[in-house]
């Protein structure tokens, strides 16, 4: 197992105050193949030059963790490389994309979602990424073929959300320590695909992914 953090135990990380403790927050290993840095590129905050520092390091690190060894790891080693859309979001940087119409939601509703140092109305811990698999572009084509990779996470790993989007079929998702487990999505068929009470959410959905890769670790 890869140490996430090249830290001792008891240290407690401060908000970088410098460009040398920007660097090395970002050299932070959240799992094997994961740093912190790899979550830190806003768009939003690059041209607006806003920036994307998480607040509370420890607990930016605690879930972004989790979101990694028990999502992204699963994904990239069954499906290959992972394109990382948006990862982490400041306080700061989220708030100004959503008073700018910049496909952001408040903060409120962003807390343990993309903002991973900021707990939800509940005191709940979660982290967010939006993602987009090349393997997945590379072999299916219908619009509504999401589908098959939405049941393929739904039936393998422990996500707390998915949400899907048109381009390069990208979508968020999130860990959370009490999942809901819900799919929705903006691409055809838009809306709910699942949630807990409805029919569909339990039992087998291999039929949908027929012919994906076994689930690799």
């Known amino acids: 197992m890869i140490p996430p953090v090249d830290a001792q135990e008891n240290d407690v990380m401060r908000k970088p105050n410098s460009m040398k403790g920007l660097e090395d927050l970002g050299r932070v290993r959240l799992s094997q193949n994961f740093f912190l840095r790899d979550f830190l ?10 920036p994307n520092i998480p607040e509370d390091p420890d607990l930016a690190i605690e879930t972004g963790k989790r979101l990694c060894e028990e999502l992204l790891e699963p994904l990239e080693a069954t499906f290959g490389r992972l394109h990382i859309r948006s990862g982490y979001r400041s306080p700061a940087v989220n708030r100004f994309g959503n008073e700018n119409k910049l496909n952001c939601s408040t903060n409120a ?17 979660g982290a967010a990424v939006c993602i987009a698999v090349p393997w997945m572009i590379d072999h299916y084509h219908d619009e509504s073929d999401w589908q098959r990779l939405a049941w393929w996470i739904h039936d393998h790993l422990p996500y707390a959300s998915l949400c899907f989007f048109p381009k390069l079929w990208a979508f968020n998702i999130q860990w959370h320590e009490r999942p809901k487990r819900v799919i929705q999505s903006y691409v055809s068929p838009r809306g709910i695909l699942t949630k807990p009470g409805m029919a569909n959410w339990e039992g087998d959905h291999a039929a949908f992914y027929e012919g994906f890769p076994p689930l690799r670790s």
């Open 41 to 50: 590129h806003s768009e939003i905050a690059d041209f607006y030059r806003i």
């Open 109 to 125: 509703a962003t807390s343990a979602h993309h903002i991973w140092d900021m707990r939800d109305f509940d005191g709940c811990m």
